[in-house]
């Protein structure tokens, strides 16, 4: 597919208004990490199995890999870098030991902030299913999420 | 110089990156651009074993540059034990995916659609690795005499066991990028590499000797790593210079990022292993004679596969107890892609043999799996299989012990017996630093810079996600008497830091740690009474450089593989629950306890992380993950068909830390990243062993499951319902 | 425009066609965005039938309460589908039209005697689910229609699904199943054939009377599985023979 055509997409990223040039069929994660420049959104896959391009679509998870530009269109994004540095969740993440290697730590915290607040151990796993992580085995990333809440 | 500081070590201390790795701000290779920045993709073998003929690029060759290995300047070759696998091939292919020539573009688009042809003159592979011609390295491993063990022996148990490939599966996939220039002082030329890496002096050391560079010219500097588990040990190497002869030949940086397909591909994975156990054992238990014949596949290439080996068989015998071992190993030649460097390096290959074998002998006894270990556990004072005699630091049986009363083993073992579910155990230790003399010969280096504040730590020992930095600054903090905040860490950048060693085999707490130790130790003697700010004024810079130091007492004979094959070891025994679907074979570990001895906790929260990572990696290897090789090539190289355990396959974990200090560690540290995934995979086959599956393999996929149960399973009783996948 | 100007594939939620796009397989070039297309979101009651939009994700069919009200094994088979992130861009029709015999929505809609609404050019068409497909990732639809939507007519009976998978979530099935138990059970299978298998004659055979044995061994005629990099042909035979069993016992799990 030959990404030449031009036309433009505008949505809401990180509460700032966004209108790019970009193809419509481009995919999301390229348009944040190469038009927006905001490199927290990570690649591991790109068949939407690992869930490290995780970003929210007006508050929803999504694979950013397999979404294309067009369907962002109006709508709000919300990446790591949206969160500020002082969320909760991203202080529990540090302070419980949910990151380790940290590349699959940015979709991990949006696939978390999904979850809304004290979500059961059960809620938590379902929820993170599909966000891989190879280096803690999950419990820490548990420990991080209940504990953001104390 | 402040005392009052508050001691860092052993206390959960922020880590160092971790508000970069959080908020975004953390750069991965793939997070790096620069000015006129070229893409590079690789052009690899589509057969296992032949020659190429002929080699066409198909269309417009506009904008792309080609390299292959006529634009080796060096020679051709990926440094590291043996000098066997070129850079990129010349004329003969040894397996599938091996790097041929690498196409250069500055659009990724055109890249991706360029089609190279290479026609080729296949010739027959070897599959095998006990049918191989070529035998990459041999081990033999002899104590007292085998003969008289087996005499004395009652009853004779034999077994054969048989593991996988597995892939590391980080989920940062394998990057570098080459940059024209070394930047290093005074060096005009030359070229710097950035990358994801674990070792940047073998990087390093690779790129000198294929492009024929004086060391002073090549610069290799590590960024943020997502992940290694050892397969970022040595393909780094390779990879470096496919990128720095694309560089050198353009004059351009050119980025060589790997998809998730290339990577599973191409790059290295653990060696699948077929061990074989003889042993003689007495009536009431104890080992008489081991006798174990181990073959591991290395792939094409020799890689690491001599010292895969050499720790594999190092702890073939397990945690045991026998005055008569005999030991032969040996890693051959396949056409498949090489492998590498994976946690624990061989030694959950030959344990999970040995731990599924102890269970057997225990069933053929008629002795619970408790006692059968205690009986023949390592207590200080015993010998190894290499004559290793054990100090105080040895704790086989406090962890067995600790492990079996945390789960009321015996109690649960009872309970369970005759239902679809099993409990096994296994016990196992692990060996901290390089092997045998490997420390000695590697000489490793760290320095200690002083800061107007406290110190900088410079070693090229590097954080992949395990928590170098934060574990090395906590072991200065305290030495040197300043507050963690006030250690930093330099980057893994061989233009500024000394070789530490790579970060591998467990050693760069234990090893490198005690290192630094030893240069904060004589720094704060330097200061005396000064503050660091008060020192600088007076004195300018201070910098102490110290290298490893064997200690006392240690010995070892490399020909006869006798003597002290590790300064220490860490202690460890797993406690797994199973359940396994009578309907459709899956097995699911409900609860799993590990007891881990190693020596002091430098952040207890870290040391956790490691085992309750590594644990999870090796439930992947013992349940899930199952590289699928067809004619030579990975049929399975996706995330989605390469199945690693999510949230929902990982068992809640309970983790005990027990600290038995090794005099010579830091603050009586021993290595922990790779013990943790030498048991799980022999506890969940025990486990199965207990709910009535005879498995002698792994991964225990529902299909192999399956062909261990001959009773029609529909009829059997009682069953557990799966909640969250039967809908009723 | 889909019939004047040549093929267009319809897209999404592109959980499917962009993992094809990424892996450079996609040889299809033009496409027809559905994704904003609201109206056939609509989960509702038409007729006393159950209707679905095809652009329900699998979000929506989960949450829907129609849909666990009226087919919860369908809700049961959407939330085996992918983590979070696809469920909440996957959406039924796309599963349906991509025609995986792997396909986990696939025995449910079968099972259930769904109506597939096909609209083309000014025309509308209600297709048998179990005529929908007629091989191996190929289909009645025509390149000038979209399937708009699914009919499912009121079920009764105990509605049953299992999907086995490669591991306990984010996997690709290896064999999965839908039954509907009572006095006319109808039975449905994925990853076992080329298409999903409703299984007609081992119904027959229960209807009339026959054991759960006689079922098992009609069902396994009935299937034609193979080996692949997930699984072997063996495994699929009697795993698909003993779901039949557990998933036609009265009240265990």
Redesign the interface.
Known sequence: ???TSVSFVSFVLNGRRKKLDVH??K?LLDVL?EDCG???????????????C?VLIDG????S????A??ADGTRVT???G???RHR???A?????G????????GM?L?AV?LGPRPSLHD???????????????????RSIQQSHV | MSSRARKAVGRNVLRKEGHDKVTGAARYIDDLTFPGLLHARTIRSTIPAGEIVKVRFKGDRAGFTLVDHHDIPGRNIVALIDEDQPCLAERKIRHVAEPILLLVHEDREKLRAADVQIEYRPSTPNYDPERSAITFKKIAIDKGDLDAGFAAADVIVEGEYRTGLQEQLYIETNGVIAVPGSSVAGAAGGITVYGSMQCPYYVHRALVILLGLPAGKVRVIQTETGGGFGGKEEYPSMMAGHAALAALKTGRPVKLVYDRVEDMLATTKRHPSIVRHRTGVTRDGRLTAIDIDAVLDGGAYATLSAVVLSRGMIHAAGPYRCDHIRIRGRATMTNTPPNGAFRGFGAPQTQFAAEVHMDRIAERLGLDPVRVREINALRPGDTTATGQRLGKDSSALQVLREAVTRTGFRKRRRALAGTNRGIGLSLFFHGSGFTGAGEVKLAAKASLALTHKGARIHVASTEIGQGTRTMLAQIVADALGVRYDDVDVNAADTGEVPDSGPTVASRTCMIVGRILERCAEEMRARLGRLTPRQYLRAFGPLVITKQYERPAGMVWDDTVYKGDAYGSYGWGCDVVEVEVDRDTYEVRPTAFTTVHEIGKAIHPMLAVGQIEGGSAQGLGYAILEDVVMRDGRMANATLTNYIIPTSLDTPPMQVVLLENPYPHGPSGAKGVGEMPIDGPAPAVINALRHAGFDLREIPATPERVMLTSSVESTQRTPRTPRKSQAWV | MLRDEGPLVPMAGCTDLYVALNFGTLTETRFLDLWRLDALRTIAIREGALSIGALATHTDLIRSPLVRRRLPMLAAAASEIGGVQIQNRGTLGGNVANASPAGDTLPVLAAADATVVLRGAGATRRVPFSSFYTGYRRTVRRPDELIVSFEIAPIRGRQRFRKVGTRAAQAISKVVMAVIAGETPRIAVGSVAPTVVRARRTEAALAAGASVAEAQRLLLDEIAPIDDIRSTAEYRRRVTANLLARLLAPRSA
């Open positions: 597919m030959g990404l419509p069929l995919r990490r905001l490199t927290g959104t990570k690649e591991g896959c790109g068949e939407g199995e690992c869930g490290a995780t929803v998870p999504v694979n890999c397999l979404v294309p067009a369907h990446t790591i870098e969160l500020g540095g969740l991203q202080r993440f540090v302070e419980h030991g990151a380790q290697c940290g590349i699959c730590t940015p915290i696939a999904a938590i796993k379902v929820g993170l299913a599909g966000n891989l992580c190879r280096c803690t085995g999950y419990s820490a990333i548990y």
